[in-house]
């Protein structure tokens, strides 16, 4: 049985985007990230819009002032309890894992999973692994595969691992994606951000149009719209009452090698754009996807 996270409603199955944290860290200078923390900060992303947050370190919010989930590593089965034990009595709602480290073999990956699958089960805490690159998921075959063993699995949605990673668009694009259709249809959390080809975090202008800083020919906006709109058309067509799909945008500083940099006036290097800026945009993109995929439109119009 597929474990969505529920928020104990009779509403019918809903997005709520939330903002992971690591999105507010080293922003550029001049961001308009007002640069709050605590109870101020969570307020001012309650105003801008945002649902909840992923928390990423440190201590979370009072549930009763934001709602938030966690994320963690699982590299080996012993491990997925008491990490699941832990994010329970935290009161996450539910927890994103990179789950080991891609190098396992198949009868490794499959333990690996199933002991996840029991450890989110036994605690009912909805755990979700991600599309990542150095785990177990980092090609979409092997993901894939583990759909057909662990029907019931779900993933965090980072598609930026794919589409970059395996340079998803050196080929038949339409056909990858196809064959994608069982991830699409397992994912119960999404992790925003755009990749082109050859780098894991691109720029957008607005929620509509394709980024002006957009290099090459691919229209890598488009591709990241059908993405996540056949995702969401799959919690739609699998979710129950109450269950919610959480997406929350996920642009990294250029500490981590994913947010570009380029040299300043002064020769200083500085990341090529808000970060805060660019989550706002990400809320529009994931609102409209959502009316997309209950049209049972694409998102490639």
């Not at 998921?137 to 993933?155: A, G, S």
């Not at 991830?183 to 509509?208: E, K, N, Y």
């Not at 500083?253 to 290097?269: E, I, N």
Request: proline share 6%; aromatic share 10%.
């Amino acid at each position: 049985m597929r474990q969505y996270f529920n928020d104990g409603s009779a509403d019918a199955p809903k997005l709520r985007v939330y903002l992971n944290l690591d999105n507010l860290a080293d922003l550029r200078p001049g961001s308009i990230w007002p640069g709050l923390e605590g109870n101020e900060r969570m307020a001012r992303l309650r105003a801008d819009g945002f649902d909840g947050v992923q928390v990423t370190s440190g201590e979370p919010p009072s549930a009763s002032i934001m709602p938030f989930c966690g994320l963690d590593r699982i590299n080996t089965p012993a491990e997925a309890l008491p990490i699941a034990q832990k994010h329970a009595a935290r009161g996450d709602q539910c927890l994103t894992v990179h789950a080991g480290w891609g190098i396992e073999d198949d009868d490794e990956v499959f333990r690996l999973v199933e002991a996840i699958l029991k450890a989110s089960e036994q605690t009912q805490l909805p755990i979700f692994i991600e599309t990542h690159r150095a785990t177990i998921t980092q090609d979409m075959w092997r993901t894939v595969q583990i759909t057909k063993r662990f029907p019931e699995v779900l993933f965090n949605g980072d598609f930026s691992h794919f589409y970059c990673g395996q340079e998803m668009v050196y080929g038949r694009l339409e056909m990858k994606m196809k064959f994608m259709s069982p991830i699409f249809d397992r994912v119960g959390f999404m992790h925003g951000r755009i990749a082109s080809p050859g780098h894991m975090q691109m720029p957008v202008d607005d929620a509509t149009a394709r980024p002006v800083a957009a290099n090459g020919v691919t229209d890598y906006f488009t591709d990241f719209r059908v993405m996540w709109t056949r995702a969401m058309r799959g919690f739609l067509d699998h979710a129950k009452p109450g269950d919610v799909l959480i997406f929350a945008p996920e642009l990294l500083s250029g500490t981590y090698y994913y947010a570009r940099m380029f040299p300043d006036a002064g020769g200083k290097l500085v990341e090529e754009t808000d970060r805060y800026q660019q989550a706002l945009i990400y809320q529009k993109i994931a609102r409209q996807c959502l009316t997309e995929a209950r049209r049972g439109s694409d998102g490639a119009g």
